[in-house]
């Protein structure tokens, strides 16, 4: 009875095991692409019931994001070269749209920029090129 039982343990265990580490990671592989996701959720929040589908201008969607996730700092800026101020999301007012939002983010290890068309987050950390920073 206990050789029939192992295979059931070792089963339970590994499932538990794999649980937790994706529990523990949540989402974004650090604190700036943490808070991008974070500010992207409330995004997606808010389109879904917006009465035509959209999200709503960087503006109005900024103001969103501060009223649903307190904590987390949020600005408006024209696009990725006017972010200037550290660890806060800035909703860009070029290039987002009805159906695309982009959101920026500069921290100390570079410039991260959430696309929400392509699904990425691309971060200038190192080098100054632009790098994937999402998972695959």
């Known amino acids: 009875m206990n050789k029939a039982l192992l295979p059931i343990f070792l089963l339970s265990a590994l499932l538990a095991c794999s649980g937790t580490a994706q529990a523990r990671g949540g989402a974004g592989h650090n604190p700036a692409t943490k808070k991008l996701e ?23 969607l900024a ?27 800035f909703v860009l007012k070029q290039g987002t749209n009805c159906n695309k939002v982009l959101m920026a983010l500069r921290a100390t290890s570079g410039l991260y ?8 987050i691309r971060s200038t950390a190192g080098s100054g090129a632009a790098r994937d920073a999402t998972p695959r």
Request: hydrophobic share 35%; aromatic share 6%; net charge positive.
């Open 38 to 60: 974070d500010a992207f959720k409330v995004a997606l929040y808010v389109r879904s019931v917006s009465t035509d589908g959209c999200y709503p201008p960087a503006s109005q």
């Open 63 to 89: 103001k969103k994001i501060l009223q649903r996730k307190h904590g987390l700092r949020v600005g408006v800026a024209n696009g990725p070269n006017s972010v200037h101020r550290m660890n806060v999301v």
């Open 113 to 120: 920029v959430l696309n929400s068309a392509q699904g990425t």
